[in-house]
């Protein structure tokens, strides 16, 4: 039972466990041929990644998906470990120059909530089993008395057990 549970879980919601980063990119339709960038920002002026076409869908070994929209893209984060920085997403024009469309803080995925998602997914199953344990294992342990009180006057009690 727990297994199924679990199951469920992850096939119902595995999608919200997963901590993405995502960086929309639109451009204006003169551009809509133009490659691709993906780049961190190294100095103010300055950017090192990765250029790319409109037919690519994944990036640098698995590690980064692009969607295209109607005169968008976005850049996936799929996999934790990338470089904390500034990123940006743009276009590259014939003589070479980069037409920035977007840019954001990446930070490395490695963060509190990113493993706070995984874990409620691990801990979720769990839930139920302790509380069921637990419940059985305070009745295994409780001892059942009676407690009769006999008043016989207002400063005397006998309590028998």
């Keep these: ?22 960086l929309a990119c639109s451009y ?3 551009h809509e041929d133009l490659q691709r960038v993906w780049c961190r920002q190294s100095s103010p002026d300055c950017c090192t990644g990765l250029i790319f076409n409109r037919s690519d ?3 640098d070994g698995g590690k980064l998906m692009v969607t295209e929209g109607s005169q968008s893209f976005t850049v996936t984060v799929l996999k934790p470990g990338l470089e904390e920085g500034v990123y ?4 590259l024009t014939q003589d070479g120059v980069i ?4 840019e954001r803080f990446f930070d490395s995925g ?3 909530t990113y493993i706070w998602n995984i ?3 691990v801990l979720l199953p769990l839930l139920p089993i302790v509380t069921v344990f637990t419940n059985v294992y305070i009745r295994s342990k409780s001892k059942t008395f009676t407690v ?6 207002p400063r005397e009690h006998h309590i028998h057990v």
């Design 88 to 91: 940006w997403c743009g276009v």
């Design 28 to 30: 204006e339709i003169r």
């Design 99 to 102: 037409i920035k469309l977007a």
């Design 57 to 59: 869908s994944l990036l």
């Design 119 to 121: 874990a409620r997914w």
């Design 110 to 112: 490695v963060t509190g």
């Design 1 to 22: 039972m727990p297994s199924l549970v679990l199951i469920l879980a992850l096939a119902l919601g595995v999608c919200e466990a997963v901590h993405w980063q995502k």
């Design 148 to 153: 009769h009180f006999n008043l016989l006057s």
